[in-house]
């Protein structure tokens, strides 16, 4: 077995809580009539990405609270099906695997991954690796990898500085006021989809992610949001992980107070100096450098995922049409802006070319047409004028004072259950050694915050099971985040 990274982890978390297909990584190749692969050399295509890429014929299986790495039941082999959008939501079964399905439906080849074990990047390495098996072409060899083992190195490293990095920025994120409503949603479930072009302009000293990243903090100003946070998927691929397929990825949060006087190239450069220092911790997980951070399936109510497009050249060339930013019929968070920049252009306008894929919470975003229509509008603005004042920008806001009235940031206070707790009492007494054990600390005291005492979803896990193997009891990883100390996760059992 083999112990799960941290962004597995995490994962494996939320999954647990709840989050429907919010989690499925699917990729649709369409053939035409023509050109579709035999269904033989396509399956053995499928089962030589297996071969190839480990990862994708194995489970995640809990021992002692910690969710490791096994092999699945079985492996993963080309099936078929009767619609792509079955395939694309049809549950994961985590602990006997496989984490990633291959279903033809008619001339239509879906392929879904869970994010345990799949990432965007590693949507160009599979389609690729599939493409050449196909062809009959041998990709190059890969190297064995345990990212997990050098990830948790790399970050021990970097507790330190992170927590100190954090500690003046972070804020839990409150609501987020749009026009016809407030986005607070951080959980993962059913969405929907618009999809639309972008021009996203090439400014000096700016990437084009960063112009559309200050784009979005000020779309949201304009909204009435003083402060804006979003999250954003850092990619996490070392050098010895290109060409694997793998979960990559740390979500981080970015903050800001757009100046309404502010020129936007003054604020986009500022937001560039907050992203770079950023950069330093992209490998950190939040959960391990803020303490009480609850698991969310998104950061913020609004999260952000950008990534170049894959070359179309070289093997993936004519084999088939490749929907890259495929829906999974869910959303993580109230609203998430997928944005594909393509990697090649053949002497396209550089303003021009992305595909933005807006999933949304509709009982959250009521007017996802209007958003994009801002956005789309703010960027036009910009590629005119970069120097225009952030209060320029042509939106319908403001649409509401900030903050918003009886709104707050703020997360209710967790209850410990306030009584005393006899620690003669034989549970108490079980429940202290379990905690003193996994948190290698003594004593603990019955009102003892877990968090104040260095503990994070991963120790938390590890009692559980604890717990559930000698004591024979439940709690719910949400009732313990709200009940933090053994007097709260006492009055929880006891009810």
């Known amino acids: 077995?083999?112990?799960?990274?941290?962004?597995?982890?995490?994962?494996?978390?939320?999954?647990?809580?709840?989050?429907?297909?919010?989690?499925?990584?699917?990729i649709v190749i369409r053939f035409d009539g023509s050109s579709a692969p035999d269904p033989a050399v396509l399956a053995a295509a499928c089962a030589r990405v297996v071969e190839r890429?480990?990862?994708?014929?194995?489970?995640?299986?809990?021992?002692?609270?910690?969710?490791?790495?096994?092999?699945?039941?079985?492996?993963?082999?080309?099936?078929?099906?009767?619609?792509?959008?079955?395939?694309?939501?049809?549950?994961?079964?985590?602990?006997?695997?496989?984490?990633?399905?291959?279903?033809?439906?008619?001339?239509?080849?879906?392929?879904?991954?869970?994010?345990?074990?799949?990432?965007?990047?590693?949507?160009?390495?599979?389609?690729?690796?599939?493409?050449?098996?196909?062809t009959g072409a041998v990709p190059p060899p890969l190297a064995p990898l345990d990212y997990a083992e050098g990830q948790r190195e790399r970050v021990a490293a970097l507790l330190g500085e992170a927590r100190a990095f954090w500690a003046d920025r972070w804020r839990d994120p409150g609501e987020v006021v749009v026009p016809g409503g407030a986005l607070r949603s951080r959980r993962g479930g059913p969405g929907r989809l618009l999809e639309f072009p972008l021009d996203v302009p090439a400014l000096p000293g700016l990437t084009r992610f960063e112009v559309l990243l200050a784009a979005l903090h000020a779309l949201l100003m304009s909204y009435g949001n003083a402060d804006v946070v979003t999250a954003v998927d850092l990619s996490t691929r070392t050098a010895e992980a290109e060409g694997h397929i793998g979960p990559f990825v740390n979500e981080l949060p970015?903050?800001?107070?757009?100046?309404a006087d502010a020129p936007f190239v003054t604020f986009a450069a500022a937001l560039r100096a907050e992203l770079r220092s950023l950069y330093a911790y992209r490998e950190v997980p939040l959960a391990r450098v803020v303490a009480g951070l609850k698991p969310h399936a998104a950061l913020a109510p609004v999260s952000v995922s950008y990534r170049r497009g894959p070359l179309t050249t070289g093997a993936t060339a004519g084999f088939g049409e490749v929907d890259w930013l495929a829906f999974n019929h869910a959303v993580r968070g109230a609203l998430q802006l997928q944005v594909l920049d393509p990697a090649v252009r053949t002497g396209d306008d550089p303003a021009t070319g992305m595909s933005a894929s807006l999933?949304?919470?509709?009982?959250?975003?009521?007017?996802?047409?209007?958003?994009?229509?801002?956005?789309?509008?703010?960027?036009?603005?910009?590629?005119?004028?970069?120097?225009?004042?952030?209060?320029?920008?042509?939106?319908?806001?403001?649409v509401v004072a900030w903050p918003v009235p009886g709104s707050s940031t703020a997360e209710a206070a967790p209850?410990?259950?306030?009584?005393?707790?006899?620690?003669?009492?034989?549970?108490?007494?079980?429940?202290?050694?379990?905690?003193?054990?996994?948190?290698?600390?003594?004593?603990?005291?019955?009102?003892?915050?877990?968090?104040?005492?260095?503990?994070?979803?991963?120790?938390?896990?590890?009692?559980?099971?604890?717990?559930?193997?000698?004591?024979?009891?439940?709690?719910?990883?949400?009732d313990f985040f709200d009940n933090p100390t053994i007097a709260g996760v006492l009055q929880v059992i006891r009810g």
């Open 1 to 26: 077995m083999t112990q799960v990274s941290f962004a597995q982890h995490g994962m494996w978390v939320t999954e647990r809580m709840g989050a429907g297909s919010a989690y499925h990584m699917p």
């Open 53 to 134: 890429h480990p990862l994708l014929g194995r489970a995640v299986r809990e021992h002692d609270g910690v969710p490791h790495l096994v092999p699945a039941a079985r492996l993963p082999s080309l099936e078929t099906g009767e619609s792509v959008e079955e395939a694309v939501v049809r549950p994961f079964d985590l602990e006997n695997g496989p984490l990633v399905r291959f279903t033809l439906v008619g001339d239509t080849l879906v392929v879904v991954a869970h994010h345990l074990v799949f990432d965007g990047g590693s949507k160009d390495v599979l389609v690729a690796d599939l493409a050449a098996f196909a």
């Open 254 to 259: 970015v903050f800001s107070s757009p100046p």
């Open 359 to 398: 999933r949304y919470d509709p009982g959250e975003l009521t007017d996802p047409a209007g958003f994009a229509d801002d956005l789309r509008a703010v960027l036009a603005a910009i590629a005119q004028d970069p120097a225009r004042p952030l209060e320029m920008l042509p939106t319908r806001g403001p």
């Open 415 to 478: 209850e410990d259950g306030g009584a005393d707790v006899d620690l003669d009492d034989p549970l108490a007494a079980e429940i202290r050694a379990i905690w003193e054990e996994v948190l290698k600390l003594a004593p603990i005291e019955p009102h003892d915050d877990i968090f104040e005492l260095g503990g994070h979803s991963l120790t938390i896990t590890q009692i559980i099971a604890r717990m559930r193997k000698r004591l024979g009891v439940e709690v719910d990883l949400d």
